[in-house]
């Protein structure tokens, strides 16, 4: 076993790389001074915003605007002025932070907040062969990784499930059920208006929207008068062509969008229609606030006057602005008070229209912003975890572990507010590397799903390599024609709006794709699936994992149609219970006249029922 001298001098000596200074990186660079780490390099691209002060507790209020990584190191240096700490304000996807960049350090640590960020220096410490050491928090839960070369399993050895929740545009546009469709909606509704229009993001009703639940009930004359009418226009044109006139566009999305909404009657056979809601109107639903006293509220509940009002009062104002800066798109930003107030006026009046519960203005923010509280004892712990895992690393103990903070599960099973103040610790033996893995197995092959007569090369690039598979500057060969599809040097940019068929890339092709930044090649699978449309796809690491998750998916459907069938069985056989017991009451009645034996029977008949009956629902 090491002395503690010579186990101080490798601390000493380690040159660390840390991504990310925020939340846990400004706690791990705490931590790394003070256990004795000497060369340490720090970046991040960001800049500190006051959000970050309660919990960021190297920076303080003067330091708003400035650099994080510099800051950072220079407080560091003022409580251990014998660190070697560099820095650099960039984003670690820039060129400099290449593969011989990664191979001047011993170790990397991650305190990064996303996954394209996470998954470059997964691979790029690969590609350098250097260990790291992955962190997260999310609320009360935080998580460390080791990571090493050939002996742990990487980042992307497991698929990680999508971070955001998404929903379908229809139930968005034309059946809200819940109050985060309204905020969603309403998100849209200001970007249409004020920010960068986005063709998926349309507010007003979808006509060819197939009601998910009912797909075979749609097409009925009604339905085929409501898509008579003329699709509506732009939301922003038709704001532009009413000068921006608050009533008119309230009316304009509460009134005349819903009335049609009601049209597309096949919507409403399972669900309460929404209420048409003019300007004039709503301004009299409740007693109101005015605009300045409003946002001030924010953590009561808006009468639907008082959003009438904040929703004219924000349009006023972002009109303002969008004049006063012409060439600046504005974008949706939960810390512009004006912006959050329109967004939570608007998805509370959606919501009322679909009879779902209105939310304060500070819930809407919470939704809208997809924020999970940042909690500074999670980061303490998960800094702590990384440094522990790091002294143990260079003490090339074999022992290093994945550790997990979660909530403690409560005894009993009860929800306690209480429940949340206790932070448990677990931790497990790293997973050994999938030998399926994209990244770090010897066989890096990936199969795609396509329809090649639609998809162009464009999206191939755009959304399948770098968007889905995370490469930065793909160059791309067809194996079986050696011809090449795709240069990073903008050589092949005339082939990007060709169809994939169109070069020959058809069912069986078999794609090189080499990523010079990232030192990585990988073998992508051409399949046909004539069923996709346009640019759509499907990614599995194997033509058998395909196979399972489509069997996967028609066992669910089937188990979905079976509870389907039960339910309609029992609301039947309830129905016709219902039936028989009504006609036996007619029965009694008739039978009053007869002699009173036999009504003593139907009586006790009846009675031991009910008190069946009763244990059923005890149980
Ligand atoms: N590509 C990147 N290159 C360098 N730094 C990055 C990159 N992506 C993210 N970061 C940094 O990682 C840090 C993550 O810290 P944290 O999770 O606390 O996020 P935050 O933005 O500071 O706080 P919050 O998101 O909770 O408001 C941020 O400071 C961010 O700038
Ligand atoms: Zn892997």
């Not at 196979?547 to 149609?561: I, M, P, S, T």
């Not at 339910?567 to 039978?591: A, C, G, N």
């Amino acid at each position: 076993m090491p002395s503690w001298k010579e186990k101080h001098g490798k601390i000493q000596t380690t040159k660390l790389l840390v991504v990310g200074a925020g939340g846990i990186g400004c706690e791990l660079l705490k931590n790394l001074a003070a256990t004795g780490f000497q060369n340490v390099h720090v970046i991040d691209l960001d800049t500190i915003d006051i959000s970050n002060l309660n919990r960021q507790f190297l920076f303080r209020k003067e330091h708003v605007s400035s650099s994080k990584a510099e800051i950072a190191t220079k407080v560091v240096k003022q409580f251990c002025p014998s660190i070697n700490l560099g820095f650099d304000h960039a984003s670690i996807f820039e060129e400099e932070f290449n593969v011989e960049f990664f191979k001047k350090f011993d170790m990397v640590l991650n305190a990064l907040d996303n996954k394209k960020a996470r998954n470059h220096v997964n691979r790029m410490c690969h590609a350098a062969n250097k260990p790291l050491i992955e962190s997260g928090s999310s609320g009360y839960f935080g998580q460390v990784q080791v990571i090493m070369r050939g002996k742990t399993e990487c980042y992307e050895c497991q698929e990680k499930p999508a971070s955001q929740k998404t929903f379908p545009g229809c139930t968005i546009r034309n059946t809200p059920s819940e109050h985060i469709h309204c905020t969603v909606w309403a998100k849209h509704v200001f970007n249409q208006l004020f920010g960068e229009v986005d063709i998926d993001d349309d507010v007003s009703p979808d006509m060819e929207a197939e009601d998910t639940e009912n797909p075979n009930e749609t097409g009925n004359s009604q339905d085929d008068e409501a898509a008579k009418e003329p699709a509506p226009i732009g939301t922003r044109k038709w704001a532009e062509s009413v000068n921006f006139d608050a009533a008119k566009v309230f009316d304009k999305l509460f009134f005349q969008d819903i009335q049609y909404l009601v049209k597309m009657d096949h919507l409403w056979k399972q669900r309460k229609p929404p209420t048409p809601l003019s300007f004039a109107v709503a301004t009299t639903t409740g007693e109101s606030l005015s605009f300045a006293d409003a946002q001030n509220k924010d953590t009561s509940i808006w009468s639907i006057a008082t959003c009438a009002n904040v929703f004219a009062g924000c349009v006023r104002e972002l009109l303002k602005e969008i004049k006063l800066n012409p060439d600046v798109t504005l974008s949706f930003d939960k810390d512009h008070p004006i912006i959050m107030a329109f967004v939570a006026a608007c998805a509370n009046v959606r919501a009322h229209l679909f009879s779902i519960h209105t939310k304060t203005m500070f819930e809407i923010k919470a939704m809208a912003g997809n924020i999970i509280p940042a909690i500074a004892s999670t980061n303490a712990i998960v800094a702590g975890m990384i440094v522990t895992e790091a002294v143990k690393m260079i003490d090339g103990n074999a022992d290093v572990k994945s550790s997990f903070i979660r909530n403690q599960p409560n005894p009993r099973g009860k929800k306690l507010s209480l429940n949340r103040l206790f932070q448990i610790f677990l931790e497990g033996a790293p997973y050994p590397p999938n030998p399926k893995c994209y990244v770090c197995s010897e066989t890096r092959e990936v199969f795609i799903y396509v329809n090649p007569a639609e998809m162009t090369v464009g999206a191939l690039r755009d959304k399948v390599l770098m968007q889905e598979l995370n490469m930065l500057q793909p160059d791309v060969m067809d194996t079986n024609t050696a011809n090449v599809v795709l240069s990073s040097d903008g050589d092949t940019d005339s082939l990007l709006p060709k169809k994939l068929s169109e070069i020959s890339i058809e069912d069986g092709a078999i794609l090189t794709c080499d990523d010079f930044m990232q030192d990585m090649v990988l073998k992508l699978f051409i399949r046909r699936a004539n069923h996709l449309r346009g640019d759509n796809f499907e990614i599995a690491r194997s033509d058998k994992e395909k196979d399972e998750e489509e069997a996967r998916k028609k066992e669910q459907e089937k188990h979905r149609l079976e509870e389907a069938e039960n339910k309609e069985k029992l609301e039947t056989d309830h129905k016709s219970e219902e039936e028989e017991r009504r006609k036996r009451k007619v029965d009694e009645k008739e039978s009053s006249e007869e002699p009173d034996v036999k009504r003593t029977k139907v009586e006790e008949k009846t009675g031991g029922e009910e008190n069946e009956n009763k244990i059923l629902a005890m149980e």
